[in-house]
C-alpha cells in the first residue's frame, strides 16, 4: 500500500522531502504539490520526475480526494491555517515547526485535533529521531547513570548570516525545549535568560550568544548555551549528570587523524548532514506510522509546549527575570498515545 502525499511549499525543506520521500525512502508516494510561486512547484515536479498535480493552493491540495496525507513546508506563518484545514478534511498532517507561530495557534489546533477525536498532527521535531539522543535516551531510562540532576546543553552553528531579531531562539533553540522534554520525560517550570558579551559577528541588533537555564517539574536544572556564529562548525552538545554517572550526546561519527604530533578529527559545518538521517528517519516513521493509522511523533500538544515555552524565554529576555513556565494539564488525548517517539 502506498501513502498518497501531498506537499504545501516546496522550498528548501519541502523539497529535501519530495526528495527524499521519492529517491530514499518506502511507502509514500509525492501526488500533489502546491507553493505561493507556482514555477518553483513546476520546477520541483520536473527534477524528481513526480507524477504530481500542481494545486493552485493549500486548501484545494488539501481538499483533493486523491490525496491520504499532508506535508505542510511552506512558511512558518502560513502553518496553522494548513494544518487546520488537514484536521477539518480528516487527514494525517506532517507539519515542519513551528506548529503555528504563537501559543494561541498552536492551542486552536490541540483543540480542533481533540475535538476531531482523532490524532492527525505530527510536527516536524527531528532531533527525535536522531540515532544518538534516541541512545542517550535509552540511556537514561534503564537509569545507566542514576537519576538526572542535571543537564548541560549547546546550540552552536558556524555562522547565521540570515537570522535577525529573536531568531536564535525562536528558530534554534526550540530544538533544545523539544529534544531535553522528550529526553527527561518531564516539562519545565521556569526560564532565566543570560545575554553574554556579544560577539562581533552577529548581525546588527541581534544578540548571540545567550545562556539559558530552565528547570524542570522534577528539578532538573538546565544550562543551554545558544552561539549561532561561533566560527569553528555545527556542534550539538549535551551532557547529562545523573547521581551515579554522566551521559553524553555521542559525537557524529568522524575519523581521528593522528599526524604531526597532533590529534585531529573534522567538525561539520552544518546543520543539514548533522542531522540528514535523521530526518530520513522522521519521514519513514511517519509514514510507516500513517499507513497503519496511527500516530505516533512529536504531536500538536507537544508543539504547542515548545511554542508556550518559547514565549516563556522572550518574556526571561526582554525583563531580564525569571519566568514560570505554566502550562495547562496535557488532554489525556496525547498521554494515552500508543507508542511515544
Ligand atoms: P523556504 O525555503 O522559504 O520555503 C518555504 C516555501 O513555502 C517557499 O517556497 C514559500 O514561498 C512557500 N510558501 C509561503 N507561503 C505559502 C503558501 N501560503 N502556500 C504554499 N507555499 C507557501 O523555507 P524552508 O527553509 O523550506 O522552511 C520551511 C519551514 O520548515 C519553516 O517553518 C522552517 O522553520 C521549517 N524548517 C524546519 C527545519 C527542521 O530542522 N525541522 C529545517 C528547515 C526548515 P516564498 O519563498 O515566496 O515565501
Not at 539522543?133 to 558556524?158: D, F, S, V, W
Not at 550568544?209 to 528539578?219: A, F, P, Q
Amino acid at each position: 500500500m502506498v501513502l498518497k502525499i501531498g506537499v504545501i511549499g516546496t522550498g528548501a525543506i519541502g523539497k529535501d522531502h519530495i526528495h527524499r520521500i521519492t529517491n530514499t525512502l518506502n511507502g509514500g508516494e509525492i501526488i500533489a504539490v502546491t507553493d505561493v510561486n507556482p514555477e518553483q512547484a513546476e520546477a520541483v515536479v520536473e527534477t524528481e520526475n513526480l507524477n504530481a498535480e500542481i494545486f493552485k493552493d493549500g486548501h484545494a491540495l488539501i481538499q483533493s480526494p486523491n490525496v491520504d496525507a499532508v506535508v505542510v513546508t511552506s512558511w512558518g506563518p502560513t502553518h496553522e491555517e494548513f494544518v487546520l484545514a488537514s484536521i477539518a478534511a480528516g487527514k494525517p498532517v506532517f507539519c515542519e515547526k513551528p506548529l503555528a507561530t504563537t501559543a494561541e495557534g498552536c492551542k486552536r489546533i490541540v483543540d480542533a485535533e481533540v475535538e476531531s477525536g482523532k490524532q492527525l498532527v505530527t510536527v516536524g521535531f527531528m532531533r527525535r529521531y536522531d540515532q544518538g539522543y534516541r541512545a542517550l535516551k535509552k540511556t537514561i531510562k534503564e537509569n545507566q547513570i542514576g537519576t538526572p540532576l542535571m543537564l548541560h546543553c549547546a546550540h552552536r552553528n558556524q555562522n547565521a548570516p540570515a537570522f535577525h531579531g529573536d531568531m536564535p531562539i525562536t528558530d534554534s533553540f526550540v530544538h533544545e525545549i523539544d529534544i531535553l522534554r522528550w529526553l527527561l520525560q518531564d516539562d519545565y517550570v521556569s526560564v532565566q535568560v543570560i545575554q553574554p558579551r556579544r560577539t562581533r559577528f552577529a548581525n546588527d541588533g541581534m544578540q548571540d550568544s545567550y545562556m539559558i537555564l530552565l528547570e524542570t517539574k522534577e528539578g532538573i536544572r538546565i544550562d543551554a548555551e545558544v552561539f549561532v556564529n561561533c566560527q569553528y562548525g555545527y556542534d550539538v552538545q549535551c551532557q547529562v549528570v545523573g547521581d551515579t554517572g554522566i551521559a553524553n550526546l555521542p559525537e557524529p561519527a568522524s575519523v581521528v587523524v593522528r599526524k604531526d604530533a597532533k590529534l585531529s578529527s573534522d567538525i561539520l559545518t552544518d546543520w543539514k548532514p548533522r542531522f540528514i538521517d535523521a530526518y530520513d528517519v522522521e519521514i519513514q516513521e511517519w509514514i510507516d506510522a500513517t499507513l497503519k493509522g496511527e500516530m505516533n511523533g512529536p504531536s500538536a500538544w507537544d508543539g504547542y509546549v515548545v511554542s508556550v515555552t518559547v514565549d516563556a524565554c522572550l518574556e526571561a529576555k526582554n525583563s531580564e527575570k525569571i519566568i514560570p513556565i505554566d502550562l495547562p494539564e496535557c488532554p489525556s488525548f496525547y498521554r494515552e498515545a500508543k507508542v511515544e517517539v
